[in-house]
T-cell receptor
Framework: KAGVTQTPRYLIKTRGQQVTLSCSPISGHRSVSWYQQTPGQGLQFLFE???????NKGNFPGRFSGRQFSNSRSEMNVSTLELGDSALYLC????????????FGPGTRLLVL | AQSVTQPDIHITVSEGASLELRCNYSYGATPYLFWYVQSPGQGLQLLLKYFSGDTLVQGIKGFEAEFKRSQSSFNLRKPSVHWSDAAEYFC????????????FGGGTRVLVKP
């Protein structure tokens, strides 16, 4: 089975721009979660989608948004980029509940200049 | 609110020696506990998880962890470290009510000396 894939792997943007990151979960997985990883704040939960609905949300500003498609692929969007948005963005997929293993993708490294 | 503390930012261990990584959590109910490993430039890989039952959990790559409710701890151990174990290790807590949201500790970077 193919693992979780994320595209693009690397991205450079400038302040004020917007960006869209994509995550394709493992086949059959319906839950996709997004995390932001930075040296200063560590790993922080952004949001989780299940069956095209946002099921859980972290403490990030409204500039961070996401969606999930009927094939469970998910995208996250960050508008009006700030320097502090530079981070590794990880997505994780699982079947459904918290007791099932979450499999992480390799991440998208975003650099905001 | 859930929180996770990993007191050691860096640990250096000799190859073949034992390793113990500390993790303390704060959560009102019975937590779901996880250990993940991250190699440079990679995503996270699950080493082991605890939901209920036997408090000593066996994982992949020879790792084990013990849940101690009285100490709010979930320490990770490996009897004999290999050079390939050099990586960053993250403890995380989840809960049934939180869906798939995980709260991570700050991580412990493990260096292995030859």
């Amino acid at each position: 089975k193919a693992g979780v894939t994320q595209t693009p792997r690397y991205l450079i943007k400038t302040r004020g721009q917007q960006v869209t990151l994509s995550c394709s979960p493992i086949s059959g997985h319906r839950s996709v979660s997004w995390y932001q990883q930075t040296p200063g704040q560590g790993l922080q939960f952004l949001f989780e989608y299940f069956s095209e609905t946002q099921r859980n949300k972290g403490n990030f500003p409204g500039r961070f948004s996401g969606r999930q498609f009927s094939n469970s692929r998910s995208e996250m969007n960050v508008s009006t980029l700030e320097l502090g948005d530079s981070a590794l963005y990880l997505c994780a997929s699982s079947l459904n509940t918290a007791q099932e293993t979450q499999y992480f993708g390799p991440g998208t490294r975003l650099l905001v200049l | 609110a859930q929180s996770v503390t990993q007191p050691d930012i860096h640990i250096t261990v000799s190859e073949g020696a034992s390793l113990e990584l500390r993790c303390n959590y704060s959560y009102g109910a019975t937590p779901y506990l996880f250990w993940y490993v991250q190699s440079p430039g990679q995503g996270l890989q699950l080493l082991l998880k605890y939901f209920s039952g036997d408090t000593l959990v066996q994982g992949i790559k020879g790792f084990e962890a013990e849940f101690k409710r009285s100490q709010s701890s979930f320490n990770l151990r490996k009897p004999s470290v290999h050079w390939s174990d050099a990586a960053e290790y993250f403890c995380a807590v989840g809960a049934k009510a939180a869906g798939n949201k995980l709260t991570f500790g700050g991580g412990t970077r493990v260096l292995v000396k030859p």
